[in-house]
């Protein structure tokens, strides 16, 4: 099956506007998680869902940024206000099961820069 | 808190050599590591996954080694080839939670 999709794959925002970023994770696949990387980082972990139920958002850099999951499948991660630093890469990744050792597969992200 | 460092930060080696990347991280308390690749401007592409009970994996010419009690993975690629250039990452998943912590990786350059 396909694997994992996000869109759009490049956004340019004004500094303050509010944008959403859309994640559709394989078929099946119980836990989706999203990252953000910096240019020249290593992707760093935001918010993890399980299902429907958000079980982690510790890394979610402040409350303009809210993740939501509201069937099971589709994710979407919106910014509100943005600021030139949340200019960078935001990846998904799905797994299969919540069991701690599968593999997470990533989309190929969604380019965000803040003017 | 679990951090993951990886060295060297750049390689570039002629095509048709051995090569070794090296991740290490702090906490050995881990359920597994992956290694991935990631070209210019795209995602994330799974490479080797080894979990905490094993020692290594093999796919093709890739080798990845894992040594928890030190803290230790190796990449090995052997004959590399030009398309190998790319940047590699190593991230762990550790025993408190779900989340993969990422080194920031190695940039390599295989010239031809």
């Known amino acids: 099956g396909a694997g994992v999709s996000q869109s759009p794959r490049y956004k340019v925002a004004k500094r303050g506007q509010d944008v959403a970023l859309r994640c559709d994770p394989i078929?099946?696949?119980?836990?989706l998680f999203w990252y953000q990387q910096a240019l020249g980082q290593g992707p760093e972990f935001l918010t993890y869902?399980?299902?429907?139920?958000?079980?982690?958002k510790s890394g979610l850099p402040s409350d303009r940024f809210f993740a939501e999951r509201p069937e099971g499948s589709v994710s979407t991660l919106k910014i509100q206000r943005t600021q030139q630093e949340d200019s960078a890469v935001y990846l998904c990744?799905?797994?299969?099961?919540?069991?701690?050792?599968?593999?997470?597969?990533f989309g190929p992200g969604t380019r965000l820069t803040v003017l | 808190k679990q951090e993951v460092t990886q060295i060297p930060a750049a390689l570039s080696v002629p095509e048709g050599e051995n090569l070794v990347l090296n991740c290490s991280f702090t906490?050995?308390?881990?359920?597994?590591l992956q290694w991935f690749r990631q070209d210019p401007g795209k995602g994330l592409t799974s490479l080797l996954l080894?979990?905490?009970?094993?020692r290594e994996q093999t796919s093709g010419r890739l080798n990845a080694s894992l040594d928890k009690s030190s803290g230790r993975s190796t990449l090995y690629i052997a004959a590399s080839q030009p398309g190998d250039s790319a940047t590699y990452l190593c991230?762990?998943?550790?025993?408190?939670?779900?989340?993969?912590?990422f080194g920031e990786g190695t940039q390599l350059t295989v010239n031809p």
């Open positions: 078929s099946g696949h119980v836990s």
């Open positions: 991230a762990v998943k550790g025993a408190s939670g779900s989340r993969l912590t």
């Open positions: 080894i979990q905490s009970s094993q």
């Open positions: 869902f399980q299902n429907e139920a958000q079980l982690d």
């Open positions: 990744a799905s797994s299969e099961t919540y069991i701690l050792y599968n593999e997470q597969f």
């Open positions: 906490d050995s308390a881990i359920y597994n």
